[in-house]
């Protein structure tokens, strides 16, 4: 079992008393970023991101930055479940189905069963996830080590199709925002050939658009002027959690273990292929009201209705950062975020790592054990001070976060003229929302446009300009038929859906 | 729309014109970058492959072409469907909060991001959050402290200034 030794040496990495005291830090600034409206995983990480930079150039430094970035990432994710369940807003969109239950349960008084459910559900749900990510990581990396141009083009392609395939939004709204996407990873010099394009002489566009500035505007300021239409007030719930509820909790999360088993696989699921955690968060709810003796009662207050989002909420963010080591594809826009992060720091995501940076790569996964049982601390011992975070009033924290991401967008490559085009991105943020333009496709696009790209010209170097070595092995003909496929997808099951209602 | 009853709750704007704007949004970037693309060359070139403006040409007429269905939808869409996209009230609150933020980024580069940040939070407070005066100034006046610390000193990096710093020797 070489993963063994390889995680035990990770062990070694992450247990560092720097990396632990980053992943206590890194998880208490998560929970805060995913109660707060308006700050999320994707653009916490994105705001934090720049501060690294200094870290990252020391010897170790990089796995130290990405063990403080992911940790914020699953404070993030638990965060999320704590303002579904006192305040019946979800923090991250995968929070959504939390709410069903877990907003009845509290204006019942049982806010802390809630809470304790729903926390050990997500560390549940993330811990089968990093021992999934633990075996079958260096598998798939291992057999990514044979891709060329095309197989790693075909890569980039099955995601994003997926992302049309997949997506509950209109699939020509996704085409057009990951297009976007793509063209604004095109702007400033061509990587293969040094021409300079779409900057129209402007001297700002030379370097490109950043992501992070795109991330903090369209998750952060978007999600701010959106707040902002649902009024000035939040009400919420008490939160209490004392360790008599916590221990009556978990005798009772037992009975719930097939709901955890499905959820999880849905959850991992979902991960892998870029969904990402909402859609399986939504899944697993539906799944789990279906085969549940209660299901019926499901919405009124069920801990087993928090139980089955929560878990694959967790496993789906967790286990989409496996794509992200072993192919450089992240499956969520944080994991898109967390990538970018790795290819400013130097790092070159892909296979290669499991080879060349293995001290990165195993700390990394040692950090997701010891992040999530930090995390399961920290938020089970201060949820009423998280809590009380959302008692702010808005007009006091609505300026103070949009400064934050200001300083944020400013300190991406120390230039105003980023700040200005946050504001852009946010107003672009809000409309797209509101008109049902999926945000993770343009995000995605955005960081892996360059890469996607020079893939494609590689290949088509190497065939001399035919298309025909997309599908010139069984390998590489798979995932792009299956692609073609997954693009195609709204319209064939249109079609069927039409032809099933002539039937009937 | 101007016919109709006065008050917030009111539609500013009905969803398909939202969804045309946005459409239309889509179609002018699309061609923009369908221009530049040309003027670039979208073919092949001996040595380096695909011209540098193949790629965009494509994500260009893909962009235009699905913008092109996107409003044909929206067009088509059911008279019924046309919910407001924003209520009169909905969007006064938006505005508030957008005009002041897009002066606040415009002002950055003239007096810094420390008095900007202070000013912004403090008008913030006094006019949405109807906060007596001397609060409104000593929650942002803590705070651009913390962030100073925070930023210059510990992780090191320099926060555009204007002339208040220069003018107490922080610059």
């Given at each position: 079992m070489e993963e063994i030794s390889s995680l035990i040496h990770g062990f070694g990495v992450a247990l560092s008393p720097t990396n632990v005291a980053l992943m206590f830090v890194g998880v208490i600034l998560g929970v805060i970023i995913g109660v707060l409206p308006g700050l999320g995983g994707a653009n916490g990480v994105a705001i934090l991101l720049p501060l690294t930079f200094g870290m990252a150039q020391t010897p170790g430094g990089a796995t130290s930055a990405i063990i403080l970035l992911s940790c914020i990432y699953w404070g993030a994710l638990f965060g999320g479940a704590i303002t579904s369940i006192l305040f019946n807003i979800p923090g991250e969109p995968w929070s959504v189905a939390t709410t069903f239950d877990g907003y009845p349960l509290a204006q019942q008084g049982k806010a802390g069963q809630a809470l304790t459910a729903a926390f050990t559900s997500s560390f549940i749900g993330a811990l089968l996830a990093v021992v999934m990510i633990t075996f079958l990581s260096p598998v798939v990396a291992k057999f990514a080590l044979a891709f060329g141009p095309p197989e790693f083009f075909a890569v980039y392609l099955l995601t994003f199709c997926a992302f049309v395939g997949t997506s509950k939004e209109p699939p020509f709204k996704t085409l057009a925002a990951m297009m976007l996407g793509f063209a604004l990873a095109a702007v400033g010099t061509d990587t293969v050939t040094g021409t300079l394009r779409l900057t129209f002489g402007s001297t700002h566009l030379l370097t490109g658009f950043d992501f992070l500035v795109a991330v903090i505007g369209l998750f952060g300021i978007g999600e701010i002027l959106l707040t902002l239409e649902e009024g000035l007030a939040f009400r919420g719930a008490s939160a209490k959690i004392n360790s008599k509820v916590v221990l009556e909790t978990w005798r009772e999360l037992p009975r719930y273990w097939l709901t955890s088993v499905r959820s999880t696989l849905v959850g991992c699921f979902m991960g892998i292929v870029p969904g990402g955690a909402t859609p399986a968060s939504f899944m697993s709810y539906g799944v789990a009201r279906r085969f549940s003796p209660d299901g019926a009662k499901?919405?009124?207050?069920?801990v087993e209705g928090v139980v089955a989002p929560e878990t694959a909420a967790h496993a789906a963010g967790t286990s989409a950062l496996l794509p992200m080591i072993t192919l450089g594809v992240p499956g969520s826009p944080t994991a898109a975020v967390l990538l970018g992060g790795l290819m400013i720091w130097g790092l070159q995501p892909g296979p290669l790592l499991f080879v060349e940076q293995k001290d990165f790569v195993w700390g990394l996964i040692a950090s997701m054990y010891l992040g999530n049982i930090a995390g399961l601390i920290v938020v089970l011992t201060c949820v009423p001070l998280f809590a009380a975070i959302l008692r702010i009033p808005f007009s006091i924290i609505a300026p103070v976060i949009i400064v934050i991401c200001a300083i944020g967008s400013f300190t991406v490559k120390n230039a105003i003229f980023d700040v200005w085009m946050m504001v852009v991105f946010g107003v672009l943020g809000y409309l797209f929302k509101k008109t049902q333009y999926p945000l993770a496709p343009l995000v995605l696009a955005i960081v892996l446009g360059d890469n996607a790209e020079s893939a494609f010209r590689q290949a088509m170097l190497m065939s001399q300009g035919d298309l025909g070595i997309l599908f010139a092995n069984a390998l590489v003909g798979t995932m792009t038929t299956l692609a073609l496929a997954l693009l195609g997808w709204p319209m064939i099951s249109a079609l069927l859906g039409k032809l099933r209602g002539k039937q009937g | 729309m101007t016919d109709g009853p006065e008050g917030e709750g009111r539609a500013a704007f009905g969803q398909k014109s939202a969804e045309l704007a946005v459409a239309a949004f889509f179609f002018v970037i699309g061609a923009v970058v369908i221009a530049d693309s040309l003027r670039l060359g979208t073919g092949w070139q001996e040595v380096?492959?695909?011209?540098?403006g193949y790629f965009p040409f494509y994500l260009g007429l893909i962009m235009c072409a699905a913008s092109l269905i996107n409003a044909a939808r929206a067009l088509l869409a059911k008279r019924a469907e046309d919910k407001a996209f924003v209520e009169v009230g909905q969007l006064r609150l938006v505005l508030t909060v957008l005009v002041p933020t897009a002066v606040y980024a415009g002002l950055v580069s003239w007096i810094g991001i420390y008095v900007a940040s202070f000013l912004y939070i403090a008008l913030f407070m006094r006019w949405l959050g109807k906060y007596p005066w001397w609060k409104a100034a000593a929650v942002p006046g803590c705070l651009i402290v913390v962030f100073f610390v925070v930023f210059e000193n510990w992780f090191k990096v320099s926060l555009p200034k204007g002339p208040l710093e220069n003018l107490l020797g922080l610059g």
């Open positions: 499901f919405g009124t207050g069920k | 380096h492959g695909p011209r540098p």
